[in-house]
């Protein structure tokens, strides 16, 4: 398994702007699959983002499509998401996960075998 660690959260107002990064640790990051998912309190975790491991292939949840971008650096193990035009529905606690395969287009928690402890996000009104 990958180690992950996030950051870049914070708070901001409706509209900021915010990049968050993933460190992974090891010399396989290449091979894994990359995904964002956030949790907002009573709520389940719900996917955000994923990218293939040569950055060919994004995609993302229609709430945050043409907002958020993500993209990835596999000389830096490395994983980002660009997020713009923050709303308060957005707050949440963002996670990085990693599988080594391909979970489609739509990725669900489960097909992700390793993830980080988080980083929250909070966006006032």
């Known amino acids: 398994q990958v180690q992950l660690i996030e950051s870049g959260g914070g708070l901001v107002q409706a509209g900021d702007s915010l990049r968050l990064s993933c460190a992974a640790s090891?010399?396989?990051?290449?091979?894994?699959?990359m995904g964002w998912f956030r949790q907002a309190p009573g709520k389940e975790r719900e996917f955000v983002a994923h990218?293939?491991?040569?950055?060919?292939?994004?995609s993302y949840a229609n709430s945050v499509k043409g907002r958020f971008t993500i993209s990835r650096d596999n000389a830096k193990n490395t994983v980002y998401l660009q997020m713009n035009s923050l709303k308060p529905e957005d707050t949440a606690v963002y996670y990085c996960?990693?599988?080594?395969?391909?979970?489609?287009?739509?990725?669900?928690?489960?097909?992700?075998?390793?993830w980080g402890r988080g980083t929250q996000v909070t966006v006032s009104s």
């Open positions: 990218i293939s491991r040569s950055s060919s292939i994004t």
């Open positions: 996960a990693a599988t080594p395969s391909w979970p489609g287009l739509r990725g669900a928690a489960g097909d992700f075998a390793s």
């Open positions: 090891g010399r396989t990051f290449g091979s894994y699959t």
